[in-house]
C-alpha cells in the first residue's frame, strides 16, 4: 500500500485494495470509486459504501473473488472456467440438453463466478433441454419420457406433449421426480375412473384392470388383442361403468360395468354381426325357432 496520499488512479484503487480493471467493470462500482477519490475516503469507508452498491449485492463474496480473479490473472481464471466448461459438457451430454458452445460457455462462467452446485448447474441446463428431429428426447430425458409415457397409458391417461416436456425438464432439474409426476398421473387416473379408486391406490393399473374387458372384446369381436387400445370407447365405457338401459339411453355408474353386460352391449356393435361366432350364434337361434316349430331335428 503506498504511504502517501495516492495521485493517479491506479495508485487510488491499489490504495483500496482492488484493481483498476476490477472498477471499471461494473458502473456502480465505478461510481462508487470516483466518488471516494473525490471525497478522499479511507478505505474503512469505501468497504462501508461498497457494500450498498448492486455490484456487491448480486455477486457475494464468491463473485467478488472471481471477477478480481478475472481482472488480476485472466488466465487463471479461464482454466477454471474451462474446467467447469469440460464438467458442464458432460452433463449436458448425459442429460440430453441440446446447446451450442457459447451456451455452455457463459453457463461455466455463471458457475464459477457464483459458485453454483452441481445441482444448479443441472437446473440451468435443464432448460435447454428440447426434443430432436424426430420429437424424442435423448439421454436422461429420453428415458424420463419414456418412463412417463408408459406409466400414463398403463393408467388409462392421455398426456399431451406440452406437459411431457414441462415434467421431463422438471425431473431433469431435480425440482421434481418421476414418482412425483407418476402421483399426478395416478390422481388423473382416478378422476377419469372413479369406480376404480380403490384399487388404483392399491397399486394396480387401469391396464391391469381392463384385461378382461380387452380379452373379451377380442374374442367377441375377433379383434387381434394386440390392435386393442386403452382408449378404445367400448373398454372407457366398461371401466367408467357407463352401459346403457332398454331404451338404449346411456347409464353411468361408481363401479365398472360387470362383464356379462359388457359383453351384451359388443354384440349389439354392428361389428359383431360380421364375426363368425355372430354367424353361428344366429344359425343357432334360427334353429332352435325350426325346433319349436316342429321344422327341424
Given at each position: 500500500?503506498?504511504?502517501k496520499k495516492p495521485?493517479t488512479q491506479?495508485e487510488w484503487?491499489?490504495?483500496y485494495g482492488?484493481?483498476?480493471?476490477?472498477?471499471?467493470?461494473d458502473?456502480s462500482?465505478?461510481?462508487l470509486?470516483?466518488?471516494?477519490?473525490?471525497?478522499n475516503w479511507d478505505?474503512?469507508?469505501?468497504?462501508?459504501?461498497?457494500k450498498?452498491?448492486?455490484w456487491?449485492?448480486?455477486?457475494g463474496?464468491t463473485?467478488?473473488?472471481?471477477?478480481a480473479?478475472?481482472?488480476?490473472?485472466?488466465g487463471?481464471?479461464r482454466?477454471?472456467v474451462?474446467a467447469?466448461?469440460?464438467?458442464?459438457?458432460?452433463?449436458a451430454?448425459?442429460m440430453?440438453?441440446r446447446?451450442?458452445?457459447?451456451?455452455?460457455w457463459d453457463?461455466a462462467?455463471?458457475?464459477f463466478t457464483?459458485?453454483w452446485?452441481n445441482?444448479?448447474?443441472?437446473?440451468s441446463l435443464?432448460?435447454y433441454?428440447?426434443t430432436?428431429k424426430?420429437g424424442?428426447?435423448?439421454?436422461q430425458?429420453?428415458?424420463?419420457e419414456?418412463?412417463?409415457r408408459?406409466?400414463?397409458y398403463s393408467?388409462?391417461v392421455?398426456l399431451?406433449?406440452g406437459?411431457?416436456k414441462n415434467?421431463v425438464?422438471?425431473?431433469?432439474?431435480g425440482?421434481?421426480?418421476a414418482q412425483?409426476?407418476?402421483?399426478e398421473?395416478?390422481?388423473?387416473?382416478?378422476?377419469a375412473f372413479?369406480?376404480?379408486?380403490?384399487?388404483?391406490?392399491?397399486?394396480?393399473?387401469?391396464?391391469?384392470?381392463?384385461d378382461?374387458?380387452?380379452?373379451?372384446?377380442?374374442?367377441?369381436?375377433e379383434?387381434n388383442?394386440?390392435a386393442?387400445k386403452?382408449?378404445d370407447?367400448s373398454?372407457?365405457?366398461?371401466?367408467?361403468?357407463?352401459?346403457?338401459?332398454s331404451?338404449g339411453n346411456?347409464t353411468?355408474?361408481?363401479?365398472?360395468?360387470?362383464?356379462w353386460?359388457?359383453?351384451?352391449?359388443?354384440?349389439?356393435?354392428?361389428?359383431?354381426?360380421?364375426?363368425?361366432n355372430?354367424?353361428q350364434s344366429?344359425?343357432?337361434?334360427a334353429?332352435?325357432?325350426?325346433?319349436?316349430?316342429?321344422?327341424a331335428n
Amino acid at each position: 500500500m503506498p504511504t502517501k496520499k495516492p495521485k493517479t488512479q491506479a495508485e487510488w484503487a491499489e490504495h483500496y485494495g482492488w484493481t483498476l480493471a476490477l472498477l471499471k467493470s461494473d458502473s456502480s462500482l465505478w461510481k462508487l470509486f470516483n466518488d471516494a477519490i473525490k471525497g478522499n475516503w479511507d478505505q474503512k469507508l469505501f468497504v462501508s459504501k461498497l457494500k450498498d452498491t448492486s455490484w456487491y449485492k448480486k455477486y457475494g463474496e464468491t463473485g467478488r473473488k472471481a471477477l478480481a480473479l478475472k481482472q488480476a490473472d485472466p488466465g487463471t481464471w479461464r482454466e477454471r472456467v474451462r474446467a467447469i466448461y469440460q464438467e458442464i459438457m458432460q452433463m449436458a451430454g448425459t442429460m440430453g440438453v441440446r446447446a451450442n458452445w457459447q451456451t455452455y460457455w457463459d453457463m461455466a462462467e455463471d458457475a464459477f463466478t457464483f459458485g453454483w452446485t452441481n445441482a444448479q448447474i443441472k437446473r440451468s441446463l435443464a432448460e435447454y433441454i428440447t426434443t430432436t428431429k424426430s420429437g424424442a428426447f435423448a439421454g436422461q430425458a429420453g428415458e424420463y419420457e419414456e418412463q412417463l409415457r408408459q406409466y400414463a397409458y398403463s393408467m388409462g391417461v392421455n398426456l399431451d406433449n406440452g406437459t411431457i416436456k414441462n415434467w421431463v425438464k422438471g425431473i431433469s432439474a431435480g425440482i421434481r421426480t418421476a414418482q412425483d409426476y407418476k402421483g399426478e398421473i395416478q390422481k388423473m387416473a382416478i378422476s377419469a375412473f372413479p369406480g376404480l379408486a380403490a384399487q388404483i391406490k392399491g397399486g394396480m393399473t387401469v391396464r391391469d384392470l381392463a384385461d378382461p374387458y380387452m380379452s373379451s372384446m377380442a374374442r367377441i369381436l375377433e379383434i387381434n388383442p394386440q390392435a386393442l387400445k386403452m382408449d378404445d370407447p367400448s373398454i372407457r365405457r366398461a371401466l367408467q361403468g357407463i352401459g346403457s338401459d332398454s331404451g338404449g339411453n346411456a347409464t353411468a355408474g361408481n363401479s365398472t360395468m360387470p362383464l356379462w353386460q359388457f359383453e351384451n352391449e359388443l354384440r349389439k356393435d354392428p361389428r359383431w354381426l360380421s364375426t363368425n361366432n355372430a354367424r353361428q350364434s344366429l344359425n343357432s337361434t334360427a334353429r332352435g325357432i325350426l325346433r319349436d316349430f316342429g321344422l327341424a331335428n
